[in-house]
């Protein structure tokens, strides 16, 4: 089973694609019980005919126990200028779910969705004590996935196109794109565009961008969890960059930020050493800075 805490727009989505697809049964857990239920009898029209799978809503964490993966997707409030804006509301809320999760399916690979993105996943693995491997922050694909997009929109190629993208660090403003081993029709990115800078801060700033038309994003954080959720569930391999306690590698410890890594159905089983440039590597260390800042900051 997979239990989605919050069902809200990226909750519900996640749980609409796990549903259409038929991958497992899926639980919806809301703090507003009549929330889970009405997002559970909308999707639960888009069960194929043949699953044998079902959701359900529900305001009673108890309800998870037998969970193989929990998706945290709740929010407390919503922020404007920065994914920071809540995040002490945000820190106290994951400390109680934390504690639930923990009770009801302590063997569970877990899947932080909400912001702030690195300083939750933190907080949450902290709280558990479960395995830093099987606490993991799902955004830096996301990010990756607008990164594609910028080149492509760039140099109007297709993203069939473009090989090795990646995004690492903080999902927020100081994340960042790795351009040195991208290729683009086998070629070096390097060798088609004068400097990082543009296409940097639009990666950036994608979410602000997409807030001048609706209201906030939900599908692609949906299909990005989606994917992982499927490869678990298929006892597949998934190669992405994603948020996760580190512990010495790429030079931190104590604090989660995203890094490429392999996840198969026991959770991560490797963080990946990739080469960086000297620019990619500086900004990862200030990356790494900010989120451990916004940690130290709190009187939680
Ligand atoms: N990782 C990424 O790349 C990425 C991308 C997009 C969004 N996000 C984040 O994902 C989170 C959800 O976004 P959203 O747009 O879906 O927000 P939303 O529509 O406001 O939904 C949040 C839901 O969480 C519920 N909730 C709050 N506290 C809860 C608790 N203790 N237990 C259970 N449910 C609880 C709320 O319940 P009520 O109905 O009672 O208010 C609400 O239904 C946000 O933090 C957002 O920033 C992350």
């Known amino acids: 089973m997979i239990s989605i805490v919050g069902s809200g727009r990226v909750g519900s989505s996640i749980a609409f694609l796990c549903v259409a697809n038929g991958v497992d049964d899926v639980l919806l857990v809301n703090r507003d019980k009549k929330k889970a239920l009405g997002e559970a009898l909308d999707i639960a029209s888009a069960i194929p005919a043949n699953s044998n799978f079902s959701i359900r809503g529900t305001d009673d964490y108890s309800e998870m126990i037998g969970s193989n993966i929990v998706v945290i997707a709740a929010s407390v409030g919503s922020y404007k200028k920065d994914r920071t804006e809540t995040m002490e509301l945000q820190v106290k809320m994951i400390k109680d779910i934390a504690k639930q999760v923990k009770q009801c399916c302590p063997s569970a690979i877990i899947l932080i969705i909400s912001n702030p993105l690195d300083v939750l996943t933190y907080f949450f693995q902290k709280e558990t004590h479960l395995s830093r491997f099987k606490v993991i922050g799902i955004a830096s694909n996301l990010d990756t996935s607008r990164f594609r997009y910028y080149i492509s929109e760039t140099l109007s190629v297709p993203q069939s196109s473009i090989s090795h993208a990646l995004v690492l660090g903080e999902h927020g403003d100081s994340m960042v794109p790795i351009f040195s ?34 209201s906030r994003s939900q599908f692609g954080i949906a299909k990005n969890t989606f994917d992982v959720i499927n490869s678990i569930l298929q006892k597949k391999e998934i190669h992405i960059p994603a948020s996760i306690v580190l512990d010495g590698e790429y030079g931190e410890r104590d604090v989660a930020m995203g890094v490429p890594v392999k996840i198969n159905q026991n959770g991560v089983f490797e963080i990946e050493k990739i080469k960086l440039d000297d620019v990619e590597m500086s900004s990862l260390k200030k990356s790494s800075a900010k989120i451990s800042n916004d940690i130290k900051s709190l009187h939680v």
């Open 181 to 214: 081993r991208v290729k683009v029709g086998g070629n070096p990115l390097f060798s088609m565009i004068d400097n990082r800078d543009s296409i940097t801060s639009n990666v950036r700033n994608y979410w602000k961008k997409l807030r001048n038309y609706k």
